[in-house]
């Protein structure tokens, strides 16, 4: 069966520290695979697309890898803040252009 | 504000009645996608129109659920004789289509079946 898995634990950091989130898929092939942001009681915010042919795409303070051998994407935020607090999510694009979600991993930034 | 909004933001009802909520597109976005999330999940995807036309539904769907998107505008997603089962946030979001699939979400409608 298809899956994507996150962080299963939330991650609580320092300000100023980087933060990794993992996000390992199986029995899919995305085209794309995106993160989006979501904040308590909102809708999730897009962040980052990355291409099955890209390794690696940097915006600001964040960094995403992408290794469709390993089925593994990383997204990093580094020099963290807390307005950084807030749940992640994972997204795989499927060439009918719907997203499939991981459960998100919560990030905690300590001022 | 021109992204994607939603109506209403919360809804109470009690188990068999009927619901219905409204979703309103970035309006240049031909692509409009339904998806549902329940508390410590990501969103699941429902439905999604391209313009006027429904593309695809999810086997969440049961035949309790319908949405249309009439003229390939706004969209109406509707629960009839709701259950507890159907307790959740539901997002909707819209695109341009294409290549560069980013979907612009709204702010959700936050369902409670007593």
């Known amino acids: 069966s298809q899956k994507i898995e996150q962080n299963s634990e939330a991650l609580n950091i320092q300000e100023g520290k980087t933060a990794t989130l993992t996000c390992n898929y199986t029995n899919y092939s995305p085209a794309y695979l995106q993160w989006y942001r979501q904040d308590p009681g909102r809708g999730p915010v897009f962040l980052l697309l990355?291409?099955?042919?890209?390794k690696e795409k940097r915006k600001e303070r964040l960094k995403v890898t992408f290794d469709t051998t390993l089925k593994q994407s990383l997204f990093h935020i580094t020099a963290s803040q807390p307005a950084d607090s807030a749940t992640y999510l994972c997204?795989?694009?499927?060439?009918?252009?719907?997203?499939?979600f991981g459960a998100g991993t919560t990030v905690t930034v300590r001022a | 504000d021109t992204g994607v909004s939603q109506d209403p933001r919360h809804k109470i009802t009690k188990r068999g009645q009927n619901v219905t909520f409204r979703c309103d597109p970035i309006?240049?976005?031909?692509?409009l996608y339904w998806y549902r999330q329940t508390l410590g999940q990501g969103p699941e995807f429902l439905t999604y129109f391209q313009n006027e036309a429904q593309l695809e539904k999810s086997r969440l769907l049961s035949d309790r659920f319908s949405a249309e998107r009439p003229k390939g505008s706004f969209s109406t997603l509707e629960i009839q004789r709701t259950e507890q089962g159907d307790s959740a946030m539901y997002l909707c979001a819209s695109s341009l289509g294409g290549q560069r699939e980013t979907q612009y979400f709204g702010p959700g409608t936050r369902l409670l079946v007593l």
């Open positions: 997204a795989l694009q499927h060439d009918d252009y719907k997203l499939s």
């Open positions: 990355i291409r099955e042919n890209e």
């Open positions: 309006s240049e976005h031909n692509r």
